[in-house]
């Protein structure tokens, strides 16, 4: 976001604030105006304050916080599921302060502060779950900044948004952990080759298997009741998929594999990736 707004010239100073000293001293160096020691002392007299950590210290910045915002200002987040922090920010926003909780639906396997970058959010969705008491002007305020940096907006309920996430996100890192669990102990029976041979499919589980820990940790501790409800469901689906091949049932695997192909397409139409080869990775050049 600070890469995003400082491209677009779109905020006046930059504070920021980070739990580790090398992090402050990167932010520094990269992207902030100010980097304080405590995020107390960074939240003093601004405008706009983003919760960027994971969801399960949620709670704790914003009890610290909550004291030294100025009456006015928009508190707003990037977590990954809604309700739990909701839960965890609002009760300490005091009166005059306006909470709108937000996630951008922008983000790569690569974390740490050297992972950023002003374009991230182009054309890509982030949605915002204010609740009925937030303050309209507030919530406009707020989208138009994330509008200039690129970014689609849209509004949703915060179980709702939980749901749709587990759909989306949530599940299908459940799935590429698993799975990427599974080829480990294979690799262990097998020696180097599951690591040697890695397909597109493989490797691809293994992007997504790289995020980050904590955050993911999180995410499906706060949000497991739609996890739950989706892994459930997935375990149906398989169930279908497992009885079509041993019973050699090829026409339900070809109309259930079109229906399912329907759905990548769509996304390309949508603009969320695109239809190159290899999905768009650059090919290595010579001697790579």
């Known amino acids: ?5 400082r491209a677009g010239g779109l905020a006046g100073e930059i504070v920021g604030h980070a739990k580790s000293p090398e992090t402050r001293a990167v932010a520094r160096e990269l992207f902030c105006d100010r980097v ?9 007299g601004a405008d706009l304050v983003v919760l960027c950590v ?23 987040d990037v977590g990954s599921v809604k309700r739990a922090v909701v839960e965890a920010v609002a009760p300490h926003m005091p009166e005059g302060v306006h909470f709108v909780p937000g996630h951008p639906l922008a983000g790569t396997e690569y974390s740490g502060p050297r992972s950023g970058f002003a374009t991230l959010f182009q054309n890509r969705w982030w949605l915002l779950t204010p609740g009925p008491e937030a303050d309209p ?6 989208r138009q900044l994330l509008e200039e940096m690129g970014a689609n907006v849209d509004e949703m309920d915060v179980e709702h948004h939980d749901l749709v996430l587990a759909v989306v996100s949530h599940v299908p890192h459940a799935i590429a952990y698993t799975m990427v669990g599974v080829a480990d102990h294979m690799r262990r029976v097998s020696q180097s080759e599951v690591i040697k041979y ?3 499919g493989f490797r691809d589980f293994t992007r997504i298997a790289a995020s980050d820990p904590v955050m993911w940790r999180d995410v499906f ?18 169930f279908v998929l ?26 390309i139409e949508a603009g969320q990736d695109t239809a190159a080869p290899d999905f768009g990775r650059a090919a290595p050049s010579a001697g790579e």
Do not use: W
């Open 242 to 267: 497992q009885r079509a091949i041993r019973m050699g049932d090829g026409d339900h695997l070809h109309a259930y594999f079109t229906r399912t192909r329907a759905i990548r397409r769509g996304i």
């Open 36 to 44: 304080c020691e405590t995020a107390a002392q960074a939240v003093q």
């Open 198 to 200: 890695s397909a597109s």
């Open 221 to 238: 501790l706060t949000n497991k009741d739609a996890v739950l409800d989706i892994l459930g469901r997935f375990a149906e689906e398989l």
């Open 1 to 5: 976001m600070a890469h995003a707004m």
């Open 137 to 142: 002007a507030a919530v406009a305020r707020l």
């Open 54 to 76: 994971p969801v399960g210290a949620m709670e704790a910045i914003a009890a610290e916080i909550g004291p030294h915002l100025k009456p006015g200002a928009t508190v707003t």
